[in-house]
């Protein structure tokens, strides 16, 4: 070897160990091994299937993912149509499994999805085929059945198989699911089945969860209907069609007005006025109402500001949405709109619920905390018999009964004393209390006796617009003078 060569080599040599060196780590990266890229049988053809299987691989559960399964299913399809036979897809989703990931981490909720896609091969026939698309879902697809019937006890054994609790870093986690059922060819081809499946899902959901649902025609047209829902509420942040409407709580004493809640309604141009409970389902499932509420916030603090010009002064309360609780700006954020329309902070409550604190333990705490430095106090809303938790009563300044409470305190002794031992508590933690739905004198009545702060409902006022808000706080000031 002549100097020249040498010099070369000497060049080369590092250049290719630095290029061997990049292709391992890549290679790494990929799931390959170096075998596989370089072995002479696996070149070419070969080495091409690999690389599909990836693309076509969940790479934390190693089922098929989304584009797989839909190919998979696009082939069950057209071999079922051939047979005139039926197939199903089951959409499968996890319940609360984003408190999990809250509570443990996610290394922990990783943990958790392989899990249960390993127990869900376990629990499918083998001819069946299981696939994740994403987050917390996963699909099913049962092929070759002559009836519903055939599909019940399949989706049992799903249902059935994550009941016992996963055991990760002597965490005990429990899980469930909601499974939505859609059968081919009745409930639509490829892309409706899988619309289908998932509306049943949801419908399982709302009925309570880690229960399964079968696909209808009533389905089809409430998940039309909330597909139109999301275009209109689209809409109606831009053309402002949010109002506000405004209802007193009474001192249970005076009668006098110590403060008012804000409620939401929708003037759609078409519909007219719509109700919360219509539309703040759809508004959280299409992520809006966070911007909704935000507008909320924004326009309680004008109403406020145009009060106090007229030298009204009271509290506003505002119930405050589920996805606001995940908002880590959101305390400062309400700090700044109070600053910019002059208000004290005091001027202000937020009642949330317990099922916001249950689906959010760890921002919980930390959002109490700082609305408590920020001076800004804290209801619990709708607090009754399910869904409420009194561990959380810890961090709030107020408690608001239920009508599940106050519609059946007149029912039964127990009830009253149930009612008399809670408002007991309430007070030993210094929290005031509001009875909410108060609709007759006898509620009323019964409420005082059991020193409950402060009474709310149709008995001292339907929730008014924004304009007759002033009219009312006069009056009701001019009838305690
Ligand atoms: P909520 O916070 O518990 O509000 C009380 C609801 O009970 C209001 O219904 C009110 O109109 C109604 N109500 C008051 N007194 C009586 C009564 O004596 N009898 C009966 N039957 N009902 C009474 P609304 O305005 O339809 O609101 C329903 C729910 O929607 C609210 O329950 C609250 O959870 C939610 N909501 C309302 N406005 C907003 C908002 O701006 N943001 C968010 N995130 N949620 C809101
Ligand atoms: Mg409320
Ligand atoms: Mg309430």
Known sequence: MGNFEYLLVWIAL?????????????????????????????????SHTELNRIAMTDALTQLPNRRAFKQQLEAAITRSARQESMLAVAFIDLDDFKPINDAYGHHVGDEVLQ????????????????GRIGGDEFLALIE??????????????????LQDAIHINHHEITISVSVG?????KDGDIDRLLISADSAMYHAKGAGKNQFRFYDKEMGIASDRLLEMHQDLKLALKRDEFELYFQPKVDSKSFEITGIEAL?????????????????????????????NQWVI?????????????????QISINLAAQQFRDPNLVANIVELLNRFDLPHS??????????????????????????????????????????????????????????????????????????????????????VVAEGIETEAQSRLFRQLNCDMLQGYLFGRPVSGEKL????????????
């Not at 070759?144 to 198989?161: G, M, N």
């Not at 059922?181 to 060819?185: K, N, R, W």
């Not at 300044?397 to 029912?411: F, P, V, W, Y």
């Open 14 to 46: 590092p250049a290719l160990l630095l290029l061997g060196l990049l292709a391992a780590h890549a290679c790494k990266k990929l799931g390959l091994s170096l075998h596989h890229l370089f072995s002479p049988g696996n070149s070419g053809p070969h």
């Open 115 to 130: 899990i249960v896609a390993k127990r869900l091969g376990a629990a499918m026939r083998h001819c069946d085929l299981v």
């Open 144 to 161: 070759d059945i002559k009836s519903d019937q055939d599909i019940v006890p399949i989706v049992e054994r799903i249902i059935h198989s």
């Open 181 to 185: 059922i859609a059968v081919y060819p």
């Open 264 to 292: 939401i309604r929708w003037r759609h141009p078409v519909k007219g006025s719509i109700l919360p409970s219509v539309f703040i389902h759809a508004a959280e499932r299409f992520g809006l109402m966070d911007r909704i």
């Open 298 to 314: 924004e326009e309680s603090c004008r109403t406020l500001h145009r009060l106090r010009s007229m030298g009204i002064q009271v």
């Open 347 to 432: 001027c202000l409550m937020f009642e949330i619920t317990s099922l916001m604190a249950l689906n959010h333990p760890e921002q919980f705490n930390t959002k109490m905390d700082e609305f408590r430095e920020a001076g800004i106090d804290i209801a619990m809303d709708d607090f009754g018999i399910s869904n409420s938790s009194i561990a959380y009563l810890k961090k709030v300044r107020q408690l608001k009964l239920d009508r599940e409470i106050t519609g059946k305190i007149s029912e039964d002794r127990k009830s009253y004393e149930m009612t008399d031992a809670l408002i007991r508590l309430a007070h030993a933690l210094d929290l005031t």
């Open 470 to 481: 002033p009219q009312l706080l006069q009056q009701a000031r001019n009838a305690v003078k």
